[in-house]
């Protein structure tokens, strides 16, 4: 369809976005963001209306329907305000600020998220969603207030923009080694309350997956022998694993339960959530070998690789939760239509199926039936049943063929299929994650193709752009990198050099961070900007602190700093991570899961850390072997022979392969086994 088979085209239009594009033909005069919609603000003396949402955002698409496509609406916005839409995954630097608004005015947020600014941008009022009555009361009274108050309105605005700027401000802190002494044991004391220990997870619902959190569970498991801290993580896995959360015959996690039990997801899929999944699970295996951990981990990158990667290696961003109008329309099944698909690819027994996955003839869930494990595991209930495991396992691969197929047939959700690069980066370490846990030759591969998409399309010299989109055959990059950008590109790629001992991605990586302090490091916090230096000036520059569904791009950062300063023995670069985590360390206990990433840190900084160097002709087969187990305090290094890094100056010794367990660039003596190795590691 051409432009000119639409009754409205908006600016959005012109954009690459899949989000704006959604709206581009909305009756509201959508702009994007940017000095031609503030200066007709200015010029009109209306105050900005900004949207922001995102292309898989269920409640988005409501408003959306019921407000933006009504023309009696539009007229009210068109009429009374400059109406923005921005595309929070593209511009996280101008959704954080507006979010930040709207938590100090509602104490609480969301998307779609809607701020009424000033023409210059400070905002005098933020919400949600609102239903379209509410929408049109609230345009109303807030033009009023703006052209009727306008000094109310300046003040309100200079309020606002004042606390935005206050919000996770950070002052140096001194802190002494011995601080960190016990702070281990009283994060997971806290922690561990807060642990459902039957269905997994945090708490009641909404119940999103976390990884971050669990990683450092996992972790704490390792460091501390705490039996309950790994039955926690396991929990939580498990319970996912079964849940609706888990497509059951596609692969692939969505972005949250609605409910503690796992059952009913948001059903849209995002590439950051299974990219962090994939490493969980594989660490996971590493710890407790449990198989269906392997399961898992091997569907979802399936999954991954069907739907959201491009033939040139880039991973797409989302999946949208709804299609032809209706959330998860695409992922639930009748009853009927169940056994009717099963009885056609001649499963035996398709109403055993329907009691594995608990389908009820009136349906689960609204009407229609959720896939999931209710109250057993797959062994379970083959035991219950007195079924073969072997057989049942067959049984089960041939309904999701078929189930999967006949799904196939229905109209998808819609893709988003912008490329961003730190969504990209956590799906590379997940990838070198799984090659770890698995040695599948396939997992590298895709790692690698994956970097190699980035450096080539996003990343001039050492500076990354954010997104990339193909139109019309050929890809466009048109947003500056950020933070998270630069640090989980920087953590991607020594996650990389780990796993193959090729230099050239650990020296890129060091060239990376170089640049992120070039451009990124505040002096006056210790901390980084969120925004570059030289990157668009909006009414607050921010620092990103708190770990959450992505672990923060500072905690990121430090960690990267922290393993290139041992890589490359760099002293400031070590000393700078340090006063990142004096900064934030009254904050380790109090609100632990979201600052768990920063918790890792602490370990990394408090615990022994092993420089783990493997070289000889014999590496690869060495290096395989003990990164099988779960060493997260290892840094590996190596090759076949000494390459650049000082570490392995005069390591390579003729005609055998050794390994040094170094710790702080002192080294043990030399070994030639994993399991000699490993002893020394104890």
Known sequence: MSQNDHKYTNALAKESSPYLLQHAHNPVNWMPWGEEALALAKKENKPLLISIGYAACHWCHVMEHESFEDTTVANVMNEKFICIKIDREERPDIDQIYMDACQLIQQSGGWPLNAFTLPDGRPFYAGTYYPKENWVSLLNQLSDYYQEKTDDAELRATQITAGINSMESIVPVKKEDSFYGDLDEKIWRNWKTTVDYRWGGRGQSPKFPMPVGWEYLLQYNHYNKEEDALRAVTTTLDKMAFGGIYDQIGGGFSRYSVDAKWKAPHFEKMLYDNGQLVSLYANAYKVTKNPEYKRIVEE?????????????????????????????????????????????????NPALLTEYYNLEKNGNWE????????????????????????????????????????????????????????????????????????????FLNLAKNNVAFIQNNLQIDSALNRNYKYTNGSGKASITGFLDDYALFTEALVSLYQVTMEENYLL?????????????????????????????????????ITDNVIPASNSVMAKNLLVLGDYFELTKWKQTAKQMLHNTSENLVSHGPYYSNWAQLMNLQTKPVYEVAIVGDNYESILAEMQKNYLPNALYLGGKTEGKLPLLEFKLQKGQTT?????????????RTVAEALKIME
């Open 659 to 671: 390994i040094y367990v170094c710790s702080n660039g002192v080294c043990k003596q030399p070994v």
């Open 367 to 442: 009407g229609h039936n959720i896939l999931w494990l209710k109250n057993h595991s797959k062994t379970e209930f083959v035991k219950d049943n007195d079924l073969n495991l072997a057989e049942w396992n067959k049984e089960i691969a041939l309904a999701h063929k078929a189930l999967l197929k006949k799904r196939s047939e229905r109209i998808r959700p819609g893709t988003d299929d912008k490329i961003l690069v730190s969504w990209n980066a956590l799906m590379i370490k997940g990838l070198c994650d799984a090659y770890q846990a698995f040695g599948d030759e396939k």
């Open 300 to 348: 979802t990158v399936e999954f991954l690789e069907r739907e959201l990667m491009h033939e040139a290696g880039g991973f797409y961003s989302s999946l949208d939760a709804d299609s032809e109008g209706e959330e998860g329309k695409f992922y639930v099944w009748t009853y009927n239509g169940f056994i009717e698909t099963l009885t056609k690819a001649g499963i035996k």
């Open 508 to 544: 890129e990586a060091k060239k990376l961070a170089l640049y992120t302090f070039d451009n990124f490091y505040d002096s006056k916090s210790g901390m980084f900007f969120y925004t570059p230096s030289n990157g668009e000036k909006l009414i607050a520059r921010k620092l990103e």
